[in-house]
């Protein structure tokens, strides 16, 4: 932890492994591995992972392809689920799944929403950021996705 925002009640978290740096509200955890960044509320129904895409490792282009090739792949597992990527003003991308099926330890259905940005002048790297959610409170975690960019810092 590097820094708590009582004014706003964040607490702003690094996760070194990532090389990235995000503003969590109060009472949640976070950790890392070698990988990724986890982060969860106190009651566990809201949870964040950070990591590193290598656009070229996973198959695809850029950001763009990846978005696209990432919904059509979820949806093609769980023929439910369904998915809308959108190309956002500064270049990044949302993508937002829902009807996604509950996982061990929920009680309902979900909403993941899926941020991916490249790295500036390099679009074969990036950054995704996923926060799922309970489906009843969507609203709140779009929300919250926009704060969570909105504080995101990436040490490319």
């Known amino acids: 932890m590097l820094a708590i925002d009582n004014d706003n009640g964040l607490a702003r ?13 109060l009472g949640w955890q976070a950790t890392e591995d070698w990988e990724r960044g986890v982060a969860f509320s106190g009651d566990k129904r809201y949870r964040l992972i950070l990591w590193r895409v290598d656009f070229a490792f996973e198959g695809v282009s850029d950001a763009e392809h990846y978005a696209a090739t990432k919904g059509g792949t979820i949806k093609a597992r769980r023929p439910g689920v369904q998915a809308q990527a959108r190309k956002l003003g500064d270049g990044s991308f949302l993508i937002v799944y829902e009807n ?21 002048g390099n679009p074969k790297e990036g950054v995704l950021l996923t926060l799922g959610v309970p489906a009843a409170d969507a609203d709140r975690g779009l929300k ?4 969570l960019k909105s504080k995101l810092r990436i040490d490319w």
């Open 13 to 25: 978290v690094r996760f070194d492994t990532i090389r990235a740096e995000v503003s969590l509200p």
């Open 144 to 147: 919250l996705m926009a704060l």
């Open 100 to 120: 996604v099926p509950p996982s061990q330890g929920d009680a309902e259905r979900r909403v993941v929403f899926d941020l991916v940005l490249s790295k500036p």
